[in-house]
Protein backbone atom coordinates (compact mmCIF):
# COMPACT_ATOMS: atom_id res chain seq x y z
CA UNK A 1 0.00 0.00 0.00
CA UNK A 2 0.82 3.62 -0.96
CA UNK A 3 2.67 5.12 2.40
CA UNK A 4 1.00 7.91 2.08
CA UNK A 5 -2.54 6.59 1.68
CA UNK A 6 -1.53 4.30 4.86
CA UNK A 7 -1.09 7.45 6.66
CA UNK A 8 -4.14 8.80 6.26
CA UNK A 9 -5.98 5.54 6.74
CA UNK A 10 -3.83 5.78 9.97
CA UNK A 11 -5.04 8.98 10.77
CA UNK A 12 -8.69 7.99 10.12
CA UNK A 13 -8.92 5.08 11.81
CA UNK A 14 -8.41 6.85 15.10
CA UNK A 15 -12.03 8.26 14.48
CA UNK A 16 -12.93 4.42 13.86
CA UNK A 17 -14.32 2.66 17.05
CA UNK A 18 -13.82 -0.78 14.86
CA UNK A 19 -10.49 0.15 13.29
CA UNK A 20 -8.68 2.13 16.35
CA UNK A 21 -7.67 -0.63 18.29
CA UNK A 22 -5.29 -2.09 16.15
CA UNK A 23 -1.37 -1.81 16.64
CA UNK A 24 -1.00 0.56 13.78
CA UNK A 25 -4.08 2.57 14.42
CA UNK A 26 -3.31 3.04 18.47
CA UNK A 27 0.20 3.79 17.78
CA UNK A 28 -0.58 6.54 15.56
CA UNK A 29 -3.17 8.10 17.70
CA UNK A 30 -1.09 8.02 21.04
CA UNK A 31 2.26 7.82 20.60
CA UNK A 32 4.57 11.44 19.72
CA UNK A 33 5.17 11.16 15.90
CA UNK A 34 9.17 11.60 16.41
CA UNK A 35 9.60 8.66 14.41
CA UNK A 36 8.52 7.59 10.88
CA UNK A 37 8.58 3.69 10.83
CA UNK A 38 8.05 1.56 7.73
CA UNK A 39 4.69 0.43 7.69
CA UNK A 40 5.22 -3.16 9.61
CA UNK A 41 4.21 -4.67 13.25
CA UNK A 42 6.94 -7.26 14.95
CA UNK A 43 5.25 -9.46 17.30
CA UNK A 44 8.55 -11.54 17.87
CA UNK A 45 12.22 -11.73 17.30
CA UNK A 46 14.42 -14.88 16.68
CA UNK A 47 18.18 -14.84 15.75
CA UNK A 48 18.00 -12.36 12.49
CA UNK A 49 14.76 -13.07 11.79
CA UNK A 50 11.35 -10.90 12.74
CA UNK A 51 7.59 -11.52 12.51
CA UNK A 52 5.06 -9.20 11.70
CA UNK A 53 1.32 -9.93 13.31
CA UNK A 54 0.42 -11.68 9.93
CA UNK A 55 3.20 -14.24 10.44
CA UNK A 56 5.37 -12.97 7.84
CA UNK A 57 9.07 -13.03 8.37
CA UNK A 58 11.48 -10.24 7.99
CA UNK A 59 15.69 -10.54 8.14
CA UNK A 60 16.60 -8.00 10.01
CA UNK A 61 19.31 -6.24 8.36
CA UNK A 62 19.14 -2.96 10.88
CA UNK A 63 19.92 -4.92 14.58
CA UNK A 64 18.03 -1.65 16.01
CA UNK A 65 20.86 0.50 15.17
CA UNK A 66 23.59 -2.04 16.73
CA UNK A 67 22.05 -3.11 20.12
CA UNK A 68 21.01 -6.51 18.65
CA UNK A 69 24.41 -7.29 17.77
CA UNK A 70 23.96 -10.76 19.17
CA UNK A 71 20.76 -11.31 17.65
CA UNK A 72 17.36 -11.26 18.83
CA UNK A 73 16.37 -13.76 22.01
CA UNK A 74 19.62 -15.27 21.99
CA UNK A 75 19.69 -18.05 24.30
CA UNK A 76 22.36 -17.19 27.14
CA UNK A 77 21.65 -13.77 27.40
CA UNK A 78 17.97 -14.44 27.86
CA UNK A 79 18.80 -16.79 30.60
CA UNK A 80 21.39 -14.02 32.39
CA UNK A 81 17.91 -11.87 32.26
CA UNK A 82 15.84 -13.98 33.16
CA UNK A 83 17.81 -15.69 36.36
CA UNK A 84 18.89 -12.06 37.66
CA UNK A 85 15.46 -10.75 37.42
CA UNK A 86 14.14 -14.00 39.74
CA UNK A 87 17.01 -12.68 42.12
CA UNK A 88 16.70 -8.56 41.89
CA UNK A 89 16.87 -6.42 39.06
CA UNK A 90 17.18 -2.75 40.88
CA UNK A 91 18.41 -1.98 44.25
CA UNK A 92 20.10 1.71 42.77
CA UNK A 93 23.72 2.30 43.37
CA UNK A 94 22.73 3.33 47.28
CA UNK A 95 23.97 -0.01 47.89
CA UNK A 96 26.59 -2.45 45.90
CA UNK A 97 25.86 -5.56 44.38
CA UNK A 98 27.33 -9.07 43.21
CA UNK A 99 26.41 -8.17 39.54
CA UNK A 100 28.16 -4.23 39.06
CA UNK A 101 32.21 -5.58 39.73
CA UNK A 102 32.56 -8.76 36.97
CA UNK A 103 30.57 -6.52 34.72
CA UNK A 104 33.09 -3.46 34.62
CA UNK A 105 35.91 -5.81 34.93
CA UNK A 106 35.30 -7.53 32.06
CA UNK A 107 34.36 -4.23 30.16
CA UNK A 108 37.50 -2.49 31.44
CA UNK A 109 39.79 -5.81 29.75
CA UNK A 110 38.40 -5.65 26.85
CA UNK A 111 38.84 -1.88 26.39
CA UNK A 112 42.30 -1.69 27.64
CA UNK A 113 40.94 1.04 29.99
CA UNK A 114 41.02 1.80 33.62
CA UNK A 115 37.47 2.25 35.09
CA UNK A 116 33.68 2.71 33.90
CA UNK A 117 30.56 4.71 34.91
CA UNK A 118 28.12 2.81 34.08
CA UNK A 119 24.80 4.31 32.61
CA UNK A 120 21.69 3.50 30.82
CA UNK A 121 21.60 4.76 27.11
CA UNK A 122 24.12 6.19 24.88
CA UNK A 123 23.01 9.79 25.17
CA UNK A 124 23.34 9.25 29.02
CA UNK A 125 27.34 7.76 28.37
CA UNK A 126 28.21 10.92 26.27
CA UNK A 127 26.77 12.98 28.75
CA UNK A 128 28.73 11.16 31.33
CA UNK A 129 31.83 11.45 29.03
CA UNK A 130 31.48 15.21 28.45
CA UNK A 131 31.32 16.10 31.65
CA UNK A 132 34.43 14.11 32.70
CA UNK A 133 35.97 15.82 30.02
CA UNK A 134 35.33 19.18 31.53
CA UNK A 135 36.01 18.60 35.18
CA UNK A 136 39.08 17.02 33.89
CA UNK A 137 39.82 19.89 31.96
CA UNK A 138 39.54 22.00 35.10
CA UNK A 139 41.59 19.78 37.61
CA UNK A 140 44.02 18.66 35.19
CA UNK A 141 44.75 21.02 32.26
CA UNK A 142 43.91 23.85 34.71
CA UNK A 143 41.68 25.22 32.37
CA UNK A 144 40.45 28.44 34.05
CA UNK A 145 36.33 28.14 35.49
CA UNK A 146 33.61 27.72 33.24
CA UNK A 147 35.75 28.04 29.62
CA UNK A 148 36.72 24.18 29.05
CA UNK A 149 35.90 23.93 25.07
CA UNK A 150 35.05 20.28 23.92
CA UNK A 151 35.50 19.76 20.17
CA UNK A 152 33.12 17.80 17.93
CA UNK A 153 32.94 16.87 14.06
CA UNK A 154 30.53 18.14 11.27
CA UNK A 155 28.04 15.38 10.82
CA UNK A 156 28.49 14.26 14.53
CA UNK A 157 25.76 11.83 16.05
CA UNK A 158 25.83 11.60 19.65
CA UNK A 159 22.18 11.82 21.14
CA UNK A 160 19.44 13.17 21.19
CA UNK A 161 19.50 15.44 24.57
CA UNK A 162 19.34 19.07 24.42
CA UNK A 163 23.19 19.92 25.02
CA UNK A 164 24.31 17.28 22.63
CA UNK A 165 21.60 18.36 19.70
CA UNK A 166 22.91 21.52 20.41
CA UNK A 167 26.73 21.15 19.17
CA UNK A 168 24.77 18.91 16.23
CA UNK A 169 25.57 20.52 12.85
CA UNK A 170 21.80 18.44 11.66
CA UNK A 171 19.17 21.53 11.90
CA UNK A 172 16.60 18.97 11.41
CA UNK A 173 18.08 17.86 15.05
CA UNK A 174 18.45 21.37 16.61
CA UNK A 175 15.33 23.49 15.27
CA UNK A 176 12.80 24.66 18.25
CA UNK A 177 14.78 23.15 21.19
CA UNK A 178 17.65 26.12 22.33
CA UNK A 179 19.02 27.48 23.65
CA UNK A 180 22.34 25.36 23.83
CA UNK A 181 24.54 24.73 26.03
CA UNK A 182 28.42 27.01 25.00
CA UNK A 183 31.71 25.01 25.52
CA UNK A 184 31.27 23.45 21.78
CA UNK A 185 32.82 23.53 17.99
CA UNK A 186 32.10 21.91 15.17
CA UNK A 187 35.28 20.92 13.33
CA UNK A 188 35.10 19.00 9.84
CA UNK A 189 35.10 15.38 10.18
CA UNK A 190 38.38 13.37 8.62
CA UNK A 191 40.60 16.69 8.80
CA UNK A 192 42.80 16.24 11.12
CA UNK A 193 44.91 19.32 10.14
CA UNK A 194 41.73 21.30 11.19
CA UNK A 195 41.13 19.58 13.87
CA UNK A 196 44.98 21.05 15.39
CA UNK A 197 44.39 24.30 14.02
CA UNK A 198 41.10 24.44 16.30
CA UNK A 199 42.47 22.91 19.46
CA UNK A 200 43.29 25.95 22.12
CA UNK A 201 44.91 26.37 25.82
CA UNK A 202 41.20 25.78 26.81
CA UNK A 203 40.33 22.46 24.80
CA UNK A 204 39.52 19.99 27.03
CA UNK A 205 38.96 17.38 24.80
CA UNK A 206 38.18 16.03 21.11
CA UNK A 207 34.84 13.92 20.81
CA UNK A 208 34.77 11.83 17.56
CA UNK A 209 32.85 8.35 16.51
CA UNK A 210 35.61 6.58 14.43
CA UNK A 211 32.78 6.04 11.68
CA UNK A 212 29.81 8.36 11.41
CA UNK A 213 26.60 5.83 11.74
CA UNK A 214 24.08 8.42 11.72
CA UNK A 215 25.71 10.41 8.80
CA UNK A 216 25.36 7.53 6.74
CA UNK A 217 28.39 4.92 7.48
CA UNK A 218 30.84 7.57 7.14
CA UNK A 219 34.10 6.12 7.24
CA UNK A 220 36.87 8.97 7.49
CA UNK A 221 40.54 8.86 5.74
CA UNK A 222 43.22 5.95 6.92
CA UNK A 223 45.44 7.59 9.24
CA UNK A 224 42.85 9.97 10.78
CA UNK A 225 42.44 8.64 13.69
CA UNK A 226 46.33 8.31 14.40
CA UNK A 227 46.80 11.76 13.59
CA UNK A 228 44.06 12.29 16.24
CA UNK A 229 46.18 10.67 18.97
CA UNK A 230 48.97 12.61 17.77
CA UNK A 231 47.70 15.48 18.47
CA UNK A 232 45.96 14.97 21.60
CA UNK A 233 48.58 13.98 22.71
CA UNK A 234 50.68 16.74 21.81
CA UNK A 235 48.18 19.22 23.11
CA UNK A 236 47.80 17.91 26.48
CA UNK A 237 43.70 17.12 24.89
CA UNK A 238 41.54 14.15 25.62
CA UNK A 239 40.58 12.16 22.88
CA UNK A 240 37.20 10.47 23.65
CA UNK A 241 35.16 8.23 20.87
CA UNK A 242 31.60 7.30 20.55
CA UNK A 243 31.50 3.71 20.02
CA UNK A 244 28.06 3.36 21.07
CA UNK A 245 27.46 2.21 17.04
CA UNK A 246 30.30 1.33 16.12
CA UNK A 247 31.67 -0.84 18.86
CA UNK A 248 31.51 -4.49 20.05
CA UNK A 249 32.42 -6.38 16.99
CA UNK A 250 29.93 -4.05 14.70
CA UNK A 251 32.98 -2.95 12.42
CA UNK A 252 35.32 -6.60 12.51
CA UNK A 253 37.37 -5.54 15.90
CA UNK A 254 35.86 -4.84 18.96
CA UNK A 255 35.95 -1.74 18.79
CA UNK A 256 36.34 0.17 15.48
CA UNK A 257 39.28 2.67 16.72
CA UNK A 258 41.41 -0.62 17.32
CA UNK A 259 41.78 -0.83 12.77
CA UNK A 260 44.40 1.99 13.30
CA UNK A 261 46.02 0.53 16.64
CA UNK A 262 44.93 3.57 19.00
CA UNK A 263 43.43 3.83 22.51
CA UNK A 264 41.21 6.58 23.49
CA UNK A 265 41.19 8.41 26.78
CA UNK A 266 37.66 7.97 27.26
CA UNK A 267 35.27 5.66 25.35
CA UNK A 268 31.26 5.82 24.79
CA UNK A 269 29.16 2.39 24.97
CA UNK A 270 26.27 1.39 24.80
CA UNK A 271 23.21 -0.57 22.28
CA UNK A 272 24.49 -3.77 21.96
CA UNK A 273 26.34 -3.72 25.73
CA UNK A 274 22.77 -4.41 26.92
CA UNK A 275 22.18 -7.81 24.29
CA UNK A 276 19.34 -6.98 22.97
CA UNK A 277 17.45 -6.98 26.05
CA UNK A 278 17.73 -3.79 28.05
CA UNK A 279 19.43 -0.29 27.51
CA UNK A 280 23.15 -0.72 29.02
CA UNK A 281 25.50 1.74 28.65
CA UNK A 282 28.77 3.14 30.13
CA UNK A 283 31.67 5.21 30.29
CA UNK A 284 34.95 3.87 30.05
CA UNK A 285 38.18 5.51 30.82
CA UNK A 286 41.71 5.97 32.26
CA UNK A 287 42.44 6.46 35.36
CA UNK A 288 42.59 10.31 35.46
CA UNK A 289 39.86 10.77 33.42
CA UNK A 290 37.13 8.12 35.61
CA UNK A 291 38.46 9.30 38.43
CA UNK A 292 36.95 12.91 38.34
CA UNK A 293 33.76 11.50 39.35
CA UNK A 294 33.11 11.48 43.44
CA UNK A 295 30.51 10.53 45.33
CA UNK A 296 27.40 12.76 44.85
CA UNK A 297 28.91 15.11 41.75
CA UNK A 298 27.25 12.08 39.16
CA UNK A 299 24.93 9.56 38.95
CA UNK A 300 21.79 7.32 37.65
CA UNK A 301 19.04 5.44 39.73
CA UNK A 302 19.06 2.84 37.03
CA UNK A 303 23.00 3.17 36.12
CA UNK A 304 24.94 -0.07 37.02
CA UNK A 305 21.72 -1.78 38.15
CA UNK A 306 22.18 -6.14 38.88
CA UNK A 307 19.54 -6.65 36.36
CA UNK A 308 21.57 -4.99 33.20
CA UNK A 309 25.14 -5.90 34.74
CA UNK A 310 24.14 -9.41 34.14
CA UNK A 311 23.08 -8.79 30.70
CA UNK A 312 25.62 -6.95 29.66
CA UNK A 313 28.39 -9.48 30.51
CA UNK A 314 26.60 -12.25 29.39
CA UNK A 315 26.13 -9.74 26.12
CA UNK A 316 30.24 -9.68 26.38
CA UNK A 317 31.15 -12.99 26.84
CA UNK A 318 28.52 -14.40 23.95
CA UNK A 319 30.26 -11.89 21.51
CA UNK A 320 33.66 -13.27 22.81
CA UNK A 321 32.91 -16.82 23.27
CA UNK A 322 31.15 -17.53 20.09
CA UNK A 323 33.37 -15.38 18.03
CA UNK A 324 31.41 -12.62 16.98
CA UNK A 325 34.04 -10.37 16.08
CA UNK A 326 35.99 -12.68 13.48
CA UNK A 327 32.64 -13.38 11.83
CA UNK A 328 31.81 -9.81 11.48
CA UNK A 329 35.29 -9.31 9.73
CA UNK A 330 34.45 -12.40 7.35
CA UNK A 331 31.47 -11.51 6.55
CA UNK A 332 31.39 -7.90 6.23
CA UNK A 333 33.89 -8.47 3.84
CA UNK A 334 32.30 -10.55 1.83
CA UNK A 335 28.88 -8.34 2.15
CA UNK A 336 31.56 -5.25 0.77
CA UNK A 337 32.41 -7.70 -2.33
CA UNK A 338 28.61 -8.28 -3.05
CA UNK A 339 27.57 -4.85 -2.48
CA UNK A 340 30.23 -3.29 -4.80
CA UNK A 341 29.80 -5.98 -7.60
CA UNK A 342 26.35 -4.88 -8.41
CA UNK A 343 26.15 -2.89 -11.40
CA UNK A 344 22.48 -0.37 -10.90
CA UNK A 345 22.55 3.09 -11.52
CA UNK A 346 20.37 3.54 -8.12
CA UNK A 347 24.12 3.08 -6.08
CA UNK A 348 26.56 6.27 -5.91
CA UNK A 349 28.13 4.58 -3.06
CA UNK A 350 29.17 1.27 -0.83
CA UNK A 351 31.17 2.75 2.19
CA UNK A 352 31.52 0.69 5.84
CA UNK A 353 33.58 -1.60 7.70
CA UNK A 354 32.50 -5.13 8.97
CA UNK A 355 29.07 -6.05 9.15
CA UNK A 356 28.42 -2.02 8.96
CA UNK A 357 27.22 -0.66 5.10
CA UNK A 358 25.86 2.17 3.72
CA UNK A 359 24.56 2.20 0.55
CA UNK A 360 24.21 5.40 -0.81
CA UNK A 361 21.32 5.89 -3.75
CA UNK A 362 21.48 8.10 -6.41
CA UNK A 363 18.61 10.98 -5.14
CA UNK A 364 18.04 11.95 -9.02
CA UNK A 365 16.69 8.77 -9.36
CA UNK A 366 14.99 6.96 -6.09
CA UNK A 367 14.91 7.73 -2.31
CA UNK A 368 16.50 5.61 0.69
CA UNK A 369 13.37 5.06 1.87
CA UNK A 370 11.32 3.89 -1.92
CA UNK A 371 14.21 1.40 -1.47
CA UNK A 372 13.77 0.38 2.44
CA UNK A 373 9.96 -0.35 1.46
CA UNK A 374 10.24 -2.60 -1.43
CA UNK A 375 12.86 -4.59 0.32
CA UNK A 376 10.56 -4.68 3.04
CA UNK A 377 7.93 -5.87 0.49
CA UNK A 378 10.87 -8.88 -0.31
CA UNK A 379 11.16 -9.59 3.39
CA UNK A 380 14.56 -7.41 4.25
CA UNK A 381 14.13 -4.76 7.37
CA UNK A 382 16.11 -1.97 7.35
CA UNK A 383 15.77 1.97 7.31
CA UNK A 384 17.35 5.07 5.49
CA UNK A 385 19.17 8.17 6.77
CA UNK A 386 19.42 11.53 5.64
CA UNK A 387 17.06 10.00 2.81
CA UNK A 388 19.78 8.88 0.86
CA UNK A 389 21.70 5.73 2.64
CA UNK A 390 20.19 2.14 3.24
CA UNK A 391 22.39 0.80 6.38
CA UNK A 392 23.22 -2.52 5.99
CA UNK A 393 23.86 -3.58 9.52
CA UNK A 394 22.87 -7.37 10.48
CA UNK A 395 22.89 -9.02 13.98
CA UNK A 396 26.69 -10.46 13.97
CA UNK A 397 25.05 -13.88 14.66
CA UNK A 398 23.91 -14.16 10.78
CA UNK A 399 25.53 -17.27 8.57
CA UNK A 400 26.70 -16.46 4.86
CA UNK A 401 23.65 -18.01 3.30
CA UNK A 402 21.26 -15.67 5.40
CA UNK A 403 23.24 -12.73 4.41
CA UNK A 404 23.33 -13.86 1.04
CA UNK A 405 19.39 -14.13 0.69
CA UNK A 406 19.36 -10.26 1.89
CA UNK A 407 21.60 -9.22 -0.86
CA UNK A 408 19.40 -11.22 -3.49
CA UNK A 409 16.57 -9.13 -1.96
CA UNK A 410 18.65 -6.40 -2.69
CA UNK A 411 19.36 -6.62 -5.69
CA UNK A 412 16.05 -7.94 -6.98
CA UNK A 413 14.79 -4.70 -5.11
CA UNK A 414 17.24 -2.81 -7.53
CA UNK A 415 16.19 -4.20 -10.74
CA UNK A 416 12.56 -3.78 -9.45
CA UNK A 417 12.80 0.09 -9.21
CA UNK A 418 14.88 0.30 -12.10
CA UNK A 419 11.93 -1.34 -14.35
CA UNK A 420 9.68 1.04 -12.89
CA UNK A 421 10.97 4.03 -14.61
CA UNK A 422 12.90 5.14 -17.35
CA UNK A 423 16.41 4.51 -15.48
CA UNK A 424 18.36 2.37 -17.77
CA UNK A 425 18.82 -0.86 -16.51
CA UNK A 426 22.86 -2.08 -15.72
CA UNK A 427 23.99 -5.35 -16.98
CA UNK A 428 24.27 -7.70 -14.78
Same mark, same amino acid.
Given at each position: ????????????? =???????????????????????????????????? %????? +?????????????????????????????????????????????????????????????????????????? /???? /? !??? +?????????????? %?????? $??? &??????? $?????????? $??????????? *?? +?????? =? /? =????????? %????????????? *?????????????? &??????????????????????????? +?????????????????????????????????????????????????????? =?????????????????????????? /?????????????? %??????????????????????? !????????????? !??????????????????????????????????????
Amino acid at each position: MDTILKTSALESS =ALDPVAADTPLALEGRWCARNYKPLPVVIERGEGVW %LWDTD +GRRYLDMMSAYSAVNTGHGHPRILKALTDQAAKVAIVSRAFHTDRLGPFLAKLCQLTGLDGACPMNTGAEAVET /AIKA /A !RRW +GYTHKHIPDGMAEI %LVAEGN $FHG &RTTTIVG $FSSEEEYRDG $FGPFAPGFRIV *PY +GDADAL =A /A =AIGPNTAAV %LLEPIQGEAGIVV *PPAGYLRRVREICD &RTNTLMILDEIQSGLGRTGRWFAHQHE +GIRPDGLCLGKALGGGMLPVSAFVARQDVIGVFKPGNHGSTFGGNPLGAAVGLE =ALRVIEEEGLVERSAELGAHLMARLR /AIESPLIADVRGRG %LWVGVEIDPALATARSVCEELMR !RGVLSKETHETVI !RLAPPLVISREELDWAIDRLIETLRAIEAKGTIPRASA
